[in-house]
């Protein structure tokens, strides 16, 4: 088939990316000319496993190409699909004004018969607005063109999204009109042929789903989080509880890992943007209030910690940090739990020696521009030479097995923060450390 992708940011470019791999004829958009000619050039602006390689491939094979112009793309296509960014805005509401422009020169360009799909994550409506806008700007034209709007949300999950489109769970469809349906099954076929996973329904409740399913996970990390809190003041060991409720096949393992708060381009986004869904129709929603609000708190808790330990007067005193990004396998720092200690940190006079496998640049270039109390540092151990502790945020996989006879011999206190409760306390204990977890006294 013949696709254009609005927007080639973490979604549109995996998208893009997966359909090309599968043989199909994809033109990406983006109305930023350097990242146009730096993704032609094989610059790929995200880290995520896998999609250098795969866009550069795709790209040489002549399958998957790059344009500004949004005009020679959907004049290409059969199906556009639209993949720009849907950011916060000052009342916590998801702001549609890129969608929406995409939706306007769609309808101000087209000159044969689309079909339109909502790739980003928008609230219930946003169907109807950008299937009104299109037609708005066809009836400005005198033209009558057939076209249809249909809601595909996208349920990747940054590190292993690669995996997550080529083999997915399910493939969400909202849709009026059998014929676009059936065109959609057809596309996403090859990444279902082995079991069905489409699953049909009406567009509302398709541009529900996308957000429910965020609010439930947020839901399970800060309801689980809350139980740390507990645990801690009433003497339990949280990663004890985590394993006698998680046995319980109804509850499950995942997303029942205490730590220092849920991050991200999505959890606090959609859980903001259907807080205010919710209350434009009269309706609050206390539980994701409360979600939210643990969350807020918990990017605190190591803070808390650290100053319990060294005083609330940090002068003097340097930490080293391991892991910058919001999780393990992205450069990610949006809502990050480091940006938040880390800033608290500074404030009360400390300095940071800081190690991330892919976000350093990230954190330099944009969430510690200007900030002379970091420094950055080419591996782990060297961010540990001469810090007071160690500050673990980011569970990457380089992390869980170290050499803790060498951080002891360059820290100079044998003291850990561990916000992702990687490590065994009792080993610790053996090797002289002071631990501090998240959910154990």
């Known amino acids: 088939m013949r696709i254009t992708i609005v927007g080639t940011g973490y979604v549109g470019l995996v998208t893009g990316a997966c359909f090309a791999e599968m043989g199909n004829k994809v033109i990406c958009v983006d109305k930023n000319k350097e990242k146009i000619e730096a993704l032609k050039n094989g610059i790929i602006p995200i880290f995520e496993p896998g999609l250098k390689a795969m866009v550069n491939e795709s790209y040489q094979k002549g399958v998957l190409s790059f344009t500004t112009s949004l005009e020679e793309a959907i004049n290409e296509s059969e199906i556009v699909f639209i993949a720009v960014g849907t950011p916060q805005d000052e009342d916590g509401s998801a702001d549609l004004s890129h969608v929406i422009n995409v939706a306007k020169e769609i309808g101000e360009k087209m000159n044969h018969p689309l079909i339109v799909v909502d790739k980003s994550t928008v609230p219930v409506g946003t169907a109807n607005k950008v299937r009104e806008t299109i037609q708005s700007a066809l009836d400005s034209r005198n033209e009558d063109i057939e076209f249809d709007v249909v809601s595909n949300p996208e349920f990747l999950k940054e590190g292993t999204a690669i995996k997550d489109f080529m083999q997915p769970d399910r493939v969400v469809i909202g849709s009026e009109n059998q014929s676009s349906t059936n065109t959609l099954k057809a596309l996403y076929r090859p990444f279902t042929i082995n079991r069905e996973r489409f699953i049909q329904m009406d567009i509302k409740s398709a541009e529900m789903t996308k957000y429910a399913a965020n609010a439930f996970l947020a839901t399970k990390i800060s309801f689980m989080n809350e139980m740390s809190n507990i645990c801690e003041r009433v003497g339990a060991d949280v990663n004890m509880v985590r394993i006698g409720i998680g046995s319980d096949n109804r509850i499950g393992y995942k997303f029942i890992y205490p730590g220092c708060g849920y991050g991200g381009s999505c959890f606090p986004k959609d859980i903001k943007a259907l807080k205010r869904t919710a209350e434009n129709y009269g309706y609050t929603a206390n539980i994701l209030q409360a979600v939210e609000?643990?969350?807020?708190?918990?990017?605190?808790?190591?803070?808390?910690?650290?100053?319990?330990?060294?005083?609330?007067?940090?002068?003097?005193?340097?930490?080293?940090?391991?892991?910058?990004?919001?999780?393990?396998?992205?450069?990610?720092?949006?809502?990050?739990?480091?940006?938040?200690?880390?800033?608290?940190?500074?404030?009360?006079?400390?300095?940071?020696?800081?190690?991330?496998?892919?976000?350093?640049?990230?954190?330099?270039?944009?969430?510690?521009?200007?900030?002379?109390?970091?420094?950055?540092?080419?591996?782990?151990?060297?961010?540990?030479?001469?810090?007071?502790?160690?500050?673990?945020?980011?569970?990457?996989?380089?992390?869980?097995?170290?050499?803790?006879?060498?951080?002891?011999?360059?820290?100079?206190?044998?003291?850990?923060?561990?916000?992702?409760?990687?490590?065994?306390?009792?080993?610790?204990?053996?090797?002289?450390?002071?631990?501090?977890?998240?959910?154990?006294k």
């Open 293 to 440: 609000k643990v969350n807020v708190h918990q990017k605190r808790v190591l803070v808390q910690k650290i100053t319990d330990k060294f005083g609330d007067n940090l002068s003097g005193k340097c930490f080293a940090i391991w892991g910058l990004s919001f999780k393990p396998g992205t450069d990610d720092m949006r809502e990050a739990a480091s940006v938040i200690i880390i800033n608290e940190l500074i404030e009360k006079g400390a300095t940071i020696r800081a190690y991330d496998p892919k976000a350093m640049k990230e954190a330099e270039n944009h969430y510690f521009k200007n900030q002379s109390n970091i420094l950055y540092c080419k591996d782990k151990y060297e961010a540990l030479d001469g810090a007071d502790a160690l500050i673990l945020i980011t569970e990457w996989k380089e992390f869980r097995s170290p050499d803790f006879t060498r951080i002891s011999a360059l820290l100079n206190q044998s003291v850990i923060f561990d916000g992702r409760n990687q490590y065994d306390k009792q080993m610790l204990k053996e090797y002289g450390y002071e631990y501090y977890q998240i959910g154990v």
